[in-house]
């Protein structure tokens, strides 16, 4: 069973930055992959980024691709998200999210329910 913790929200004023942390524990495959997702209030969940847990390979929403970084640090079994150049939209709880893919696209890993795993949210509000 993998378990996911989000911690690094906070408030940070717009243009400013701000790094999310997830720590994972508990065994992922080969073809694991992990995300990030965000939910503004009254809106849906929508995709932020993701990482192939093998590999190198990334996916990025269009409205952070430039500004947000995904990345895994093996030292410290975590997925890290950096996100530059914030903007007011960027405020949301934002959600990691883990689980096994079969085909590694962007249709697939961009989807929520290819994901089993979900850590309990870090709320990131950005001022303007």
């Known amino acids: 069973q993998v378990q996911l913790v989000e911690s690094g929200g906070g408030l940070v004023q717009a243009g400013g930055s701000l790094r999310l942390s997830c720590a994972v524990s508990?065994?992922?495959?080969?073809?694991?992959?992990m995300g990030w997702f965000r939910q503004a209030p009254g809106k849906e969940r929508e995709f932020v980024a993701a990482?192939?847990?093998?590999?190198?390979?990334?996916y990025y929403a269009d409205s952070v691709k430039g500004r947000f970084t995904i990345s895994r640090d093996n030292a410290k079994n975590t997925v890290d998200l950096q996100m530059n150049s914030m903007k007011a939209d960027d405020t949301a709880v934002y959600y990691c999210?883990?689980?096994?893919?079969?085909?590694?696209?962007?249709?697939?890993?961009?989807?929520?329910?290819?994901?089993?795993?979900w850590g309990q949210g870090t709320q990131v509000t950005v001022s303007s």
């Open positions: 990482i192939r847990w093998s590999g190198v390979s990334t």
């Open positions: 508990g065994r992922t495959f080969g073809s694991y992959a």
């Open positions: 999210a883990g689980g096994p893919i079969r085909l590694w696209v962007l249709r697939t890993a961009a989807q929520a329910t290819t994901y089993d795993s």
